[in-house]
Each structure stands twice: as C-alpha cells, then as structure tokens.
C-alpha cells in the first residue's frame, strides 16, 4: 500500500520530520503507498551525508546471499500478505514473490510492490542510510529516537537490496499496473491514488470505489485513502460517497484497520510513517487508530469520524 505520508495537515508530526532536512533523505521520485500506505512528500531535502562506494554495496549484497544460502524457504504462505508484517527478511520474501508474479499471480505481484514501497528509500543508498541514523542519534534531540529505531527496523529488513535495484517510483508503479491488470484491487485502487488510474472517466472512478467498498478488503481501502481526502473535494462523481476531506481520507484507513489490516504498533503502517515521514507517535505502544484519535482528531470530530468509518464498513444494501 504505503510511500511517504500525504497527511502532514492532521496528523502530529514530530520534530523529526524537520530532521529530513539534515540527514540524507533520498526520497526523490518515491511513490507512496498505502502500506501500505503514505505519498511523497513535497520536495526532497539536499542529501548532506555521502553514500558508500557501490563496490562494498555489491559485495555486502553477495555476501548476505551466501549467508542466506539455502535457507530461503522454495514457497509462499497461504496468506501471502502476511509475511511483510513481522521481522521478516524482505529481500529474500521479495525474490520469492517476483516468481509467483511471473507465473500470474496478482497478490504477488501487489505484494511485491509493497515491499519495493517500503524499502526504496533504504534501497537508494543503504550506506548513506546508516549514517544518516548515526548522525541522527548525535543530534540529541528528543524526536530522533523513535525515528531512528523505525529507520533502523527498515534496514534490518532490507538488508540486501541496493540502489542498482532500482527501486524507485517507475518500478513501484510498473509493479502495480501488472498487478490491477492481472486483477488485483488494491493495487487498482493505489494507481487511482497514485493520479496514474487504469481509466480516468467518472463511471470508473465511482464503480472503483464502489468495488472497493463491497470487497471488504482491507488493503484496498487503505491503498485507496489518499484520493478519498481534499484531492476528491468537487469530483461529481463520488458524490454521496464517504470523500473530499481530511476526514474522509483518515476513516478510509481507519475503515482498513476495522477491517484487518495490520495497524498496530510495529505494523509496517506505523514504521513507515515513523521512519519514511517523520510522524512519529510519541507513546510507542499506539496503535494507528489511538494515535490518530490521540493526535488528529479533536474530541468534538471524534464522533463524526466514527461515523464515518461505520457508514464505509457497514455492510452495503442490496448486496
């Protein structure tokens, strides 16, 4: 799904976030997700912090693939979604599912995506990425801790992707299309985020929100979420929809998290806005929904946005 945050205007963004612009974040040409999950910030700081030279990149990725040898499991779990929550090794998940995608499975291929999303911006310069968080942690500022023990998670888990890689928005989007064309939704609904829709016309815009809000599936409504907010304020065709606002986009992904998405605490959702974006909760035990509750919503706009959340994931009329 998810991908730097587009939600800077609700949430509590940290002092972190203004860190971005010290360390080396390489963020150009990143698309969000959906992780799901979060969309490009709106410039990306001058990166200050040099990266290290491709060669010790290259070697460092042949040795972890001789480390992994035969370890690296020959299937995928029942729930191929499963696997990106956790302390999962990404790279080695990645390489497993571009061969299920290859033979046309479309939750693959969309699975995939997520993990480029989620890695890119690591992938871009591991070396520079590390010494970003060191230089972080040497700031003393209370904000960085909690942003660097997300950015150090997203290390652990993408050690062995390197910038040849390629993971950049091109690839992340590309990786999408193969997905929505073979048939999976959420990665429909991320394009149409994304502003690159399969179609653009207003009879597909409303029957694609239509088929999110009937299958039910949590990754297709937090992929879906961004073009749900202020980017849907005025189009005719989602009228009488839950849309056009910033509170409409949060119970999107709060409609995702009811529906089972993961949203906990060390759920790459959390990460990736910590990490990627700099929005950082200040109480690590936080869940998506306290936090935003906690941070985004007033106490007179909690019972509204509760509302709308029940009208999205309430079990449609006639169907």
Known sequence: MALLPTLKTWLLVVPALALLGVVGYRAVGHVRHAD???????????????????????LARQLLSIE??????SGLPLDIRADIEGDTDLFAYAQRLQLQAANGNAEAAWMVSRVYDYC????MDPGGYQLDNALL?????TAAPAMVQARERVARRCGGFVASDGLGRQLILDQRR????????????S??????PLMNTPEYRRGLVERVLDSRDPEAFMALSPAMGQRASGDRALDGLVAGDQFSELAWRLGACQLGMACGPDSVLMNNFCANGGICSQDGGQDFATFVY??????????????????????????
Do not use: C, H
Request: glycine share 10%.
């Open 137 to 141: 942690n040497g700031l003393g500022l």
């Open 191 to 196: 394009l149409f985020a994304d502003g690159q």
């Open 36 to 58: 799901t999950v979060p969309g490009p910030l709106d410039e990306a700081p001058v990166t200050l912090v040099s990266s290290a030279p491709m060669q010790a990149q290259q």
């Open 294 to 319: 906690d941070a985004a919503v007033s106490r007179q706009g909690a019972g509204k946005m509760k509302a709308l959340v029940e009208e999205l994931i309430k079990k449609r009329k006639g169907r």
């Open 178 to 189: 193969q997905a929505a064309k073979a048939g999976n939704l959420a990665a429909e609904a």
């Open 120 to 123: 890119a911006i690591y992938a």
């Open 68 to 73: 992994r040898g035969t370890a690296v499991a």
